[in-house]
């Protein structure tokens, strides 16, 4: 058993109710380390080509990563992988909190979960002893009072649970997985692929640790984090949290808003992290935002999670659910044109209720709302729901319909593309998405390299798979450590940002894969360099870990889910981008009539392609790369047999 | 001359909390951004915009009036870093 893992992987089968232990050789964890990529191994292997999502037969598949549990900041990532039914194309999804440390502690590096079990279960999971209970009880519970419930069954306060809400129940295709009431694993409709095989929660408890190769590296290592943090550019984050950037995002002009037909939102000021601080973070009204409105993960100095708690006013908000981050600012603020912090909060306290991903059920009611706004749809449509841009009350009334699938909620719970598929009537050009995932609050107009990470990401628009355009000028000496050396002017859309675009993908990949927090060991969010978690991956392993191999890691994992891709039936026809951001520019504001260039970025899309070593025609990775990469064996399957 | 600044995200700290960032500075005639940031003893990688501009070089010399805004360097919000500068 190698160094930093259990060696342990789980295995249930919810139909058979059967469950093995599988002790896969130290190869296995030198080649996919942990989370996405591991979790992509299985469904690779264990799932049939061609599924519905939401079938039994598709695999859900949750680990953590080599760090994972130890001391050091930045390491109790959990990435869920599936099949994805938001976008019929991989899903993959992370989240931080105290439950992946607790699955380490518990005995195993990960799980695998097929089949569908007759009646609603949960899962509990003690030093290494596994059990399928029944979860009847909980069915149909909100988070909080489901967990609660789970820790009086279970006679312990210091369980973690991972679960569905009711979303999740009602396959909201954007249903999210959720710890602790208030983290998600949001994108890519993971908890409604968790709903479909009847599983409510797993539980668990444990007290091992793995083992650690090199204990006084990896404390030294923990220790300069710790005190370098204050003087790092993170620093910020956790006094603000990522609300930190709805500021300086506005006066770049790239604060989405009124669903990306400007980036810039007059009232951003109301929806920024300097607002959250001072007036609704816990403890604002005595000065204690930093003691008590601030919350963390296993382990971590950084301590970016908000807390936020309103007592009075139309939009109570309940702090054991959080505090939302940047993303839900601007998908539940200035994308639908709400500048309403108090209601914001309100949704995102109910989307950690109802357990959907903040994302896509914000700029799901952006596209409603434009659409609405230019009388595309109807108040016959909306059950009599006024959806104009700015209806702060409506929009938080439609988050728990969409939770619950209740009236126009119904609809919307589909996610935008297909409710835009179903309404028809000219809806779909209001849609902002790529496979039909909804995409992030960063806006490709002002960090064009994003365009083609948007199009192209296997697991549909994303803004936590590449590094941002500026980055390359304002971090030269970081991303030199990574190859890059050559950094191009502001708004550059040209080869060497594809380059750019493509290693940091790599790298971020890798980091999905390790399973550590890109806020602390991103090329930009950075507390820790590349080569310091090539130390760390070292320290704990005992293993020659190189950046060079962390960025082989990153590559592999990507190949792996474009080979997944093409076995789906996906490939370059999906790789788009939303038409709006080719033919309208944006008003107002410092990107005041920006648009993409269609014509440069088909031939930048191919140039990335030929970057990865993917075929042009088809975007898929062909025999060669995957065989380079040590991955030959998906050839083997029917993976790319079909693709070809 | 006078000129007003806006800081934002932890730079707030340098002024009392009940100015939420917001202060007037007298500068010296013909002092530039980064003369400005030496002033404030700001020690952070920084984003410096004045008025209406979406980033400013720090040898901009001032004016009378200017309205200086200062981020800290965040990664998804950095859309325009390079007149920014490491101490």
């Known amino acids: ?43 690779l292997k264990e799932s049939p080509a061609g599924i519905d999502a939401l079938a039994s037969e598709n695999v859900l598949c949750l680990f953590a990563g080599v760090l994972t549990g130890t ?57 290494g002893q596994v059990e399928i209970r029944d979860a009847s009880h909980l ?25 569905i809400g009711p979303a999740g129940e009602n396959l909201v295709r954007f249903a999210a997985l959720i710890s602790m009431s208030n983290r998600a694993n949001g994108r890519t409709g993971m908890g409604a692929v968790m709903g479909s095989k009847n599983l409510k929660a797993i539980a668990v408890r444990g007290a091992s640790k793995p083992e650690i190769a090199d204990r006084k590296k990896l404390l030294a290592l923990t220790r300069a984090g710790t005190k370098a943090f204050p003087d790092s550019d993170v620093f910020g984050l956790g006094k603000y949290g990522t609300a930190e950037v709805v500021m300086p995002q506005n006066r770049a002009g790239g604060l989405p808003t009124y669903n990306f037909n400007s980036g810039t939102f007059a009232h951003c000021e109301d929806i920024s992290g300097e607002t959250m601080f001072d007036n609704f973070l816990l403890g604002a009204d005595r000065n204690m935002q930093n003691t008590k409105g601030r919350d963390t993960c296993y382990s971590c100095t950084v301590r970016c ?50 357990g959907m991903d903040t994302i896509s059920c914000g700029a799901t009611i952006a596209w409603a709302m434009e659409a609405f706004s230019e009388g595309a749809l109807t ?43 179903r309404v028809g009537r000219g809806t779909e ?88 927090c890109q806020f602390v060991y991103g090329p930009a969010w950075q507390l820790y360099s590349a080569g310091e978690l090539a130390q760390a991956a070292r320290a704990v392993t005992g293993w020659d870990v190189s950046v060079e191999e962390l960025l082989e890691l990153g590559e592999r994992r990507l190949n792996m889910m474009r080979a997944y891709n093409a076995r789906e039936g996906l490939g370059k026809n999906e790789d788009q981008l939303p038409e709006k951001m080719f033919k309208k520019g944006l008003k107002g504001g410092r990107s005041d009539g920006y648009k993409i260039d269609h014509q440069a970025w088909l031939k930048l899309r191919d140039h990335y392609y030929r970057l990865c070593g993917w075929d042009v025609d088809s975007g898929t990775p062909t025999r060669q790369k995957l065989d380079q990469l040590g991955i030959g064996w998906i050839a083997g399957t029917d993976a790319l047999q079909q693709a070809a | 001359m006078q000129v007003e600044v806006k800081l934002h995200g932890v730079l707030r700290e340098i002024l009392p909390t009940a100015a939420k960032g917001r202060t007037q500075l ?5 002092s530039t951004v980064a003369d400005l940031l030496e002033q404030l003893a700001i020690r952070r990688r920084v984003l410096v915009a004045v008025n209406d501009q979406a980033e400013t070089e720090p040898a901009y010399v001032l004016q009378e009036g200017d309205h200086i805004t200062i981020f800290t360097a965040v990664s998804g919000g950095a859309a325009h870093h390079s007149s920014s500068r490491h101490f």
């Not at chain 1, 160094?3 to 789980?10: A, E, T």
């Not at chain 1, 990960?110 to 949960?122: D, L, N, T």
């Not at chain 1, 519970?141 to 991972?162: F, P």
């Open chain 1, 139 to 163: 069915w149909g519970k909100i988070t909080g009072d489901a967990e609660a419930m789970l820790k009086e069954e279970l006679e312990d306060e210091r369980i973690e649970v991972l679960q």
């Open chain 1, 71 to 127: 001391p050091i900041s930045g390491q109790s990532r959990l990435t869920a992988v599936a099949k994805s039914p938001l976008t019929d194309a991989v899903g993959d999804s992370q989240s931080g909190g105290f439950f992946p440390a607790e699955l380490k502690f518990a005995g195993f590096d990960g799980i695998v979960i097929k089949g569908k079990a007759s009646k609603p279960v949960y899962l509990w999971i003690k030093d």
């Open chain 1, 305 to 354: 999670k908000r807390v936020v708690e309103i007592q009075e006013g139309p939009y109570p908000v309940d702090p054991h659910y959080g505090g939302p981050e940047y993303e839900t600012l601007a998908t539940f603020g200035s994308y639908c044109g709400i500048d309403d912090l108090a209601a914001i909060a309100k949704a995102n306290e109910y989307c950690n209720k109802l």
């Open chain 1, 379 to 421: 108040l016959q449509d909306t059950g009599g729901i006024d959806l104009h841009f700015g209806q702060t009350e409506n929009m938080v009334r439609l988050v728990q319909m969409i939770g619950r699938r209740e009236g126009f909620g119904d609809l919307l719970a589909e996610g935008s593309a297909r409710a835009a598929a």
């Open chain 1, 1 to 43: 058993m190698p160094y930093g893992y259990n060696g342990r992987v789980l295995h249930i089968d919810l139909s058979t109710e059967q469950i093995q232990i599988e002790e896969p050789p130290d190869s296995f964890y030198r080649k996919y380390m942990g989370g996405s990529a591991m979790g992509l191994h299985y469904l």
């Open chain 1, 429 to 516: 050009e209001f849609l902002i998405v790529s496979k039909k995932q909804e995409t992030p609050a960063h806006m490709p107009q002002v960090k064009p390299s994003l365009s083609v990470i948007y199009a192209t990401n296997p697991f549909g628009s994303d803004h936590q798979s590449s590094e941002h355009d500026p980055s390359y000028r304002f971090y030269p000496e970081r991303m030199a450590e990574i190859g890059l050396t050559d950094p191009q002017p502001k708004l550059a859309f040209n080869e060497e940002m594809m380059r750019f675009a493509m290693v940091t993908q790599h790298l971020y990949s890798a980091m999905d894969s390790i399973n550590v």
């Open chain 2, 26 to 30: 007298q500068v010296e005639e013909g």
